[in-house]
């Protein structure tokens, strides 16, 4: 039997409320809380399985070690869980907002997303965030409401609100700028519901203030940015591409500015990676893929984690962290570290002749399926023709199609594409 997280007394009845109500379960049924319940739902949703072939930064299947989207969301799940019961949160909420983060990306990451997003104008944009919404209310089958119709896993309100990284609507959101972790361009402007999708937003955002977001929601993102900015540098390393003893400097500041921070002065750029070089296992020459080096390495790794969720514990001690009571606080320092740390990413593995060319490929496969799909909407899987047959404009079909588009992984895009179009 399980027992009640103590964490379980914040959170009232409206915070566990689901849009479909359910049933009591079997009396010989495991006694789980409602959001371990919704833990388990993502865990096994068929979404989930498909990040294990998505791309992270480097593509899935270049090599065993580096990291796809499913083993980041597992990393970053792992840091997720450990912050929210440091900050005293909720751990489940925060660890299925990260197992969930991610769940909307398209073939390709942000990549993909960007073709996507460029197809999509006509039936209100795509983002992965957005997608991440309408998998968990939509498309991956669980629960029926009274008409027939999909409620996707159907979560708590306070699950779905923890998982919405952009709680506002395409009309609302701001213009892009910046990169993303993966290197590419942030041309796709940032928000978290399809306009069709209102209506179970508008339940899940009942009585919540304007655009906040809930403080587990802050804390999927962190962990987000903590794992990547520092996974990335572990993968880059492994992959003979970073030489953390031998950076250059000039180059790497450059890239820091252009990408992240572009006030920061090469002074507290210097000082920033002075206090990055003493943390214990920053090497001092260049990684020769014996067993001691990637236990050093896993060693740094693990230290700067928890470098990042000590700062911002500390510097988050007040008020209650539960929903929208809270606020987390990341230091500056800590801030410009994840900076520094991305900015050698992005230098040594984003920026790679090899890397930008193959992007330009990967969208242009997918503009070619999309097109192929909206002229013949019979290859499509069948719940996508029921809802293509279901769908009543023009709008309504290219919905579908990038549905469909965006549920597939990188070798599967490519498979499609190969077989549809020869």
């Given at each position: 039997?399980?027992?009640?997280?103590?964490?379980?007394?914040?959170?009232?009845?409206?915070?566990?409320?689901r849009l479909v109500p359910e049933p009591p379960k079997r009396v010989d049924a495991p006694v789980r809380t409602a959001f371990e319940r919704d833990r388990a739902r993502v865990v096994h949703a068929a979404a989930s399985r498909r990040l294990a072939a998505k791309t992270q930064v480097v593509g899935p299947q270049s090599d065993d070690f580096v990291r796809n989207r499913l083993t980041h969301s597992l990393e970053v799940a792992q840091v997720a869980r450990d912050l929210a019961r440091a900050l005293g949160c909720h751990p489940d909420l925060a660890e299925t907002a990260a197992l969930a983060h991610d769940l909307?990306?398209?073939?390709?990451?942000?990549?993909?997303?960007?073709?996507?997003?460029?197809?999509?104008?006509?039936?209100?944009?795509?983002?992965?965030?957005?997608?991440?919404?309408?998998?968990?209310?939509?498309?991956?089958?669980?629960?029926?409401?009274?008409?027939?119709?999909?409620?996707?896993?159907?979560?708590?309100?306070a699950t779905l609100d923890a998982c919405t990284k952009y709680p506002w609507p395409l009309a609302e959101a701001t213009p892009p700028s910046g990169v993303h972790a993966d290197g590419s361009p942030r041309v796709v402007v940032k928000f978290g519901v399809y306009d069709d999708d209102l209506p179970v937003f508008r339940w899940m955002r009942d009585a919540t203030p304007g655009r906040r977001r809930c403080v587990e929601a802050q804390v999927m993102d962190l962990a987000d940015d903590i794992a990547y900015s520092v996974h990335d540098i572990e993968d880059g390393?492994?992959?003979?591409?970073?030489?953390?003893?031998?950076?250059?400097?000039?180059?790497?500041?450059?890239?820091?500015?252009?990408?992240?921070?572009?006030?920061?002065?090469?002074?507290?750029?210097?000082?920033?990676l002075g206090r990055l070089r003493v943390v214990e296992g920053w090497p001092t020459d260049r990684y020769d893929g014996t067993r001691a080096a990637l236990a050093a390495l896993k060693n740094l790794t693990s230290d700067l984690i928890g470098r990042f969720c000590g700062a911002v514990v500390v510097g988050s001690r007040s008020g209650t962290p539960v929903r929208h009571a809270a606020d987390l606080v990341v230091p500056p320092e800590a801030e410009l570290e994840m900076a520094v740390l991305k900015g050698i990413a992005a230098l040594y593995v984003m920026q790679a002749d090899d890397r930008v060319a193959a992007m330009g490929r990967q969208r242009e496969l997918l503009?070619?399926?999309?097109?192929?799909?909206?002229?013949?909407?019979?290859?499509?899987?069948?719940?996508?023709?029921?809802?293509?047959?279901?769908?009543?404009?023009?709008?309504?079909?290219t919905r579908v199609v990038v549905d469909q588009v965006a549920s597939l992984t990188d070798a599967s895009a490519v498979a499609w594409h190969r077989r549809l179009t020869r």
């Amino acid at each position: 039997m399980a027992f009640a997280d103590p964490h379980d007394a914040d959170y009232d009845v409206h915070d566990r409320e689901r849009l479909v109500p359910e049933p009591p379960k079997r009396v010989d049924a495991p006694v789980r809380t409602a959001f371990e319940r919704d833990r388990a739902r993502v865990v096994h949703a068929a979404a989930s399985r498909r990040l294990a072939a998505k791309t992270q930064v480097v593509g899935p299947q270049s090599d065993d070690f580096v990291r796809n989207r499913l083993t980041h969301s597992l990393e970053v799940a792992q840091v997720a869980r450990d912050l929210a019961r440091a900050l005293g949160c909720h751990p489940d909420l925060a660890e299925t907002a990260a197992l969930a983060h991610d769940l909307g990306h398209p073939p390709f990451g942000h990549n993909g997303e960007r073709a996507l997003a460029a197809l999509a104008g006509e039936c209100g944009g795509f983002e992965g965030n957005a997608q991440t919404l309408r998998i968990l209310t939509r498309l991956e089958a669980k629960t029926v409401d009274a008409e027939g119709r999909s409620a996707g896993l159907n979560l708590t309100r306070a699950t779905l609100d923890a998982c919405t990284k952009y709680p506002w609507p395409l009309a609302e959101a701001t213009p892009p700028s910046g990169v993303h972790a993966d290197g590419s361009p942030r041309v796709v402007v940032k928000f978290g519901v399809y306009d069709d999708d209102l209506p179970v937003f508008r339940w899940m955002r009942d009585a919540t203030p304007g655009r906040r977001r809930c403080v587990e929601a802050q804390v999927m993102d962190l962990a987000d940015d903590i794992a990547y900015s520092v996974h990335d540098i572990e993968d880059g390393v492994v992959a003979g591409r970073i030489d953390l003893s031998r950076l250059d400097r000039e180059a790497v500041w450059a890239t820091v500015r252009d990408w992240y921070v572009p006030d920061a002065g090469d002074s507290v750029l210097d000082a920033t990676l002075g206090r990055l070089r003493v943390v214990e296992g920053w090497p001092t020459d260049r990684y020769d893929g014996t067993r001691a080096a990637l236990a050093a390495l896993k060693n740094l790794t693990s230290d700067l984690i928890g470098r990042f969720c000590g700062a911002v514990v500390v510097g988050s001690r007040s008020g209650t962290p539960v929903r929208h009571a809270a606020d987390l606080v990341v230091p500056p320092e800590a801030e410009l570290e994840m900076a520094v740390l991305k900015g050698i990413a992005a230098l040594y593995v984003m920026q790679a002749d090899d890397r930008v060319a193959a992007m330009g490929r990967q969208r242009e496969l997918l503009t070619e399926l999309v097109a192929v799909l909206l002229d013949r909407p019979r290859e499509l899987e069948r719940p996508f023709r029921d809802d293509w047959e279901a769908a009543v404009d023009d709008a309504a079909r290219t919905r579908v199609v990038v549905d469909q588009v965006a549920s597939l992984t990188d070798a599967s895009a490519v498979a499609w594409h190969r077989r549809l179009t020869r």
